[in-house]
């Protein structure tokens, strides 16, 4: 079946470097994607959508990439900090909208002071 | 305002029995959902409640599992006849609609351990 899944599973980056986290998705049907952050502990926490009529969308240090053409969107973070050390899933919805998200397996962050 | 919360936030209980736990949306919400989380893992869809519609249970993943939302509020999952391999987080989201681009709000979440 059809899945969203991630390239890298852990991610080590430097305080102060730029962090980019990757994820494909196999459902071309898909129109709208979701980047969550998951604490150590807690829910995960929106961060930032993008729907399939855009290619980039920014917020605050956060970027989102989405390449429709090879099913891959990506979540670019600047100037990583020690408070993004958590676990990104990203999560795709088809345009029927009637089915709820469907997330990866999730990358683990983790930042060097 | 108040977020979503669950309770408990840690059960621990021998195989066999049978476990509810509780999830409290934020007010004004009409979506609610339950996931399972296990160790390592990405967020495995259960169920949805939208309003008063019948609910979604096109994820239980067997009959053991059955929620519950009253008065269009608070939610129960329960599980009866717990197994080990039912050992995870169990986390519950709500949105003010079930609507694919209303944002989710989850809570913390409830951690299941069967011994």
């Known amino acids: 079946g059809e899945s969203v899944g991630l390239h890298l599973p852990t991610l080590s980056v430097q305080e102060g470097d730029n962090s980019i986290i990757n994820c494909a998705y196999s459902n071309s049907a898909s129109d709208y994607f979701i980047w969550y952050k998951q604490e150590s502990g807690k829910g995960p926490q929106f961060i930032i959508d993008i729907r399939s009529n855009m290619d980039k969308r920014q917020g605050q240090r956060v970027t989102v990439l989405l390449n429709k053409t090879v099913k891959h969107l990506s979540l670019q973070i600047a100037a990583t900090q020690p408070g993004d050390s958590a676990v990104y899933f990203c999560?795709?919805?088809?345009?029927?909208?009637?089915?709820?998200?469907?997330f990866g397996k999730g990358t683990r962050l983790s930042v060097i002071a | 305002g108040a977020g979503v919360s669950q309770s408990p936030s840690n059960k621990v209980t021998e195989k066999g029995k049978d476990v509810e736990l509780r999830c409290d949306p934020i007010s004004g919400h009409t979506a609610l959902y339950w996931y399972r989380q296990s160790l390592g893992q990405g967020l495995e869809f259960l169920i949805y409640f939208q309003g008063n519609s019948a609910p979604d249970k096109s994820g239980l993943p067997s009959d053991r599992f059955s929620a519950e939302r009253t008065g269009g509020s608070v939610s129960t999952l329960t599980i009866q006849r717990t197994q080990q391999e039912d050992s995870a987080v169990y986390l519950c989201?709500?949105?003010?609609?079930?609507?694919?681009?209303?944002?989710?709000?989850f809570g913390p979440g409830t951690r299941l351990t069967v011994l």
């Open positions: 989201a709500s949105s003010l609609e079930h609507k694919a681009r209303d944002t989710q709000y």
């Open positions: 999560a795709e919805i088809t345009p029927s909208g009637n089915t709820p998200l469907v």
